[in-house]
């Protein structure tokens, strides 16, 4: 039930166990769903920022995006400052800092790099079109960051193999091959990788060698660098793997480069802690800052100028967001197929079924919906509201009497909603006529909100011009001092609440090529009662 679904999803929001929530409940059980009480409250959950983990493979193998909400991009420019880049000598103090005076050890910086370059690809190589991944992985730290990468790849729903020449035989690293092996990751040889790696392999991993690394690469690792050296002439990026380098393309310089300009070109780049100075020289779409873990100290005695992490993502986008061509942007949805013999017969219940798992999931604010309203002209305006209330009545939600969509539903009863569950590939669209709730439904609503929030519904008259954010800061403080005793706030007549009840309603789930699932719901007479009709439309 809807009750227990938000009940749950608020009491895991104060535990580690989110990730639980997160598990496929997409494909709960069709069992029945019934809705609450005909007039009982949508219950609601809290805002989520971004979910911590994605789920493993084995539960989330059909669905195109597990990271949609832990590698949120931001670009550092925006900032105003440039990025601090290490030296070589840098970046050794910083490691040794770390891993002394300031209590971390190698493989909790191992774990927190591999995650992030793991979190970085998945942000920009989406499941759908790039999903076998080759690892190449040397014999130190960066080859270290590369296991831990291919292991949360394998999780988020990727396919990772991995070619690791020379282990380390040190216990971590040994752990960490087990812990692949324990996954069923293949480990392939080099004389067993094929000829064509654009054949296997969508994405190809640079974990070679880091900052550390002197000298000249020697077998096998110098004829693998020119393999991707070779890869970087394709000219169509379309045709070859995209190549994802760990803080130093391998064979760059540290702080000089591709000094003798027969390295690589990277698509791109996952710096970690800073970026080096041989970063300066990356001309590749795609620049990711990994490693949040930096304490204050570090910044305080290098003077870093790091971006700031969006939410709870573990790598930001730095340097200059990559020109994009919106006409190719697309997504080839994979979802579970909606059926006419799977779905409740009424709407309202089919509804809650997916309201509920939009909760399960964790879903960022899932009864935010655009509302469409039109004036007697018939002229539209849509805006985002968030829904209060679900029954067999309606959808209910608040607002101000005098805004834009107050005027527009004086006029004109009729509107439409949509809910829009990205992560889920799911649209409903909802078309009705629409009333005001009654004065005390809306009465009891608002004394539920928070006090700051009745204040500001006082203090707004909305979609009305105003000089400056200032006069509603001054009325707001006019308004706190007023009832600072805790006295009760009353509602102005000027808001209250407003109910859709639904005539059609349409299921939408996404699938491959754009032969996407339409269910719609509408209204017919049949020997005289009036019932819910299901039919398929068209993509």
């Known amino acids: 039930m809807l009750t227990v679904a938000a009940s749950t999803l608020r009491n895991k929001s104060k535990s580690t166990a989110t990730a639980a929530a997160f598990s ?10 019934s809705l609450p009480h005909p007039r009982l409250p949508l219950p609601i959950p809290p805002p989520r920022r971004a979910l911590l983990t994605a789920p493993s493979s084995s539960s989330y193998p059909r669905w195109r995006r597990p990271m949609a909400s832990l590698a949120v991009s931001a670009s550092a420019s925006a900032s105003g400052e440039e990025v601090t880049h290490l030296s070589q000598r840098e970046a050794a103090e910083i490691d040794e800092h770390l891993m002394g005076p300031l209590g971390f050890t190698v493989d909790q910086l191992m774990e927190l790099a591999g995650l992030s370059v793991a979190a970085a690809v998945a942000e920009v190589y989406k499941l759908g079109g790039h999903t076998r991944v080759l690892v190449i992985c040397g014999p130190g730290n960066n080859g270290g960051d590369g296991l831990v990468a291919a292991r949360h790849l394998h999780h988020f729903g990727y396919k990772p193999s991995v070619c690791y020449p020379k282990r380390t035989p040190k216990p971590l690293y040994s752990g960490l091959c087990t812990q692949l092996e324990s996954l069923a990751i293949p480990f392939v040889p080099v ?30 690792f110098d004829d693998l660098i020119n393999r991707l050296v070779s890869l970087s002439f394709i000219d169509n990026s379309a045709k070859r793997p995209a190549i994802v ?19 690589f070109k990277p698509d791109m780049l996952v710096s970690l802690t800073a970026p080096k100075l041989c970063a300066k ?7 990711f800052l990994g490693g949040r873990f930096v304490p204050p100290p570090i910044v305080s005695k290098y003077k870093l100028h790091l971006p700031p992490y969006p939410g709870t993502s573990m790598c930001v986008r730095i340097g200059k967001a990559p020109s994009v061509d919106i006409s190719s942007l697309r997504e080839n949805y994979i979802s579970p197929e909606l059926l006419e013999n799977q779905v409740m017969h009424d709407p309202f219940d089919q509804f809650v079924r997916w309201f509920d798992e939009a909760v399960t999931a964790g879903l960022r604010e899932p009864n935010a919906m655009a509302l469409t309203t039109a004036d007697k002209e018939g002229k539209p305006s849509s805006r985002m509201v968030l829904l209060k209330g679900v029954d067999k009545q ?34 409903v669209r909802v078309e009705g006529s629409v009333q005001k709730v009654p004065e005390e439904e809306s009465e009891k609503y608002f004394h539920s909100r928070p006090r700051g929030s009745q204040l500001g519904a006082i203090v707004s008259k ?3 011009v105003i000089p400056g954010r200032e006069v509603l800061q001054q009325a707001y ?19 209250g609440g407003y109910r859709l009840t639904p005539k059609l309603f349409e299921f939408w789930q996404g699938q491959q090529s754009r032969l996407h699932d339409r269910l719609q719901y509408s209204l017919r007479e049949v020997d005289g009662s009036t019932i819910w009709h299901i039919e398929r439309l068209s993509p």
């Not at 064509?196 to 969508?202: C, G, K, M, R």
């Not at 380098?245 to 390295?263: F, L, Q, R, T, Y």
């Not at 209910?396 to 889920?424: C, I, R």
């Open 477 to 495: 403080k006019e308004l706190e001092q007023k009832y600072s005793a805790g006295s009760v706030i009353p509602k102005p007549d000027y808001w």
């Open 24 to 33: 496929m409940p997409f494909l709960l059980s069709s069992t029945s769903t």
């Open 394 to 427: 309606g959808f209910v939600w608040y607002t101000n009497y005098g805004s834009q969509k107050a005027h527009d539903l004086s006029e004109n009863p009729n509107a439409a909603l949509l809910f829009y569950w990205n992560e889920m590939n799911r649209q």
């Open 281 to 287: 020289e990356f001309t590749g779409p795609h620049h």
């Open 245 to 263: 380098s760990v803080d130093i393309p391998s064979g760059w310089h540290v702080e000089e480069g591709d000094v003798n300009g027969g390295g």
């Open 191 to 220: 004389e067993d990788l094929p000829e064509n790696l654009s054949e296997e392999f969508d994405i190809i991993i640079d974990a070679m060698f880091g900052f550390s690394f002197h000298g000249t690469p020697r077998p096998p």
């Open 462 to 464: 909305q979609s009305t």
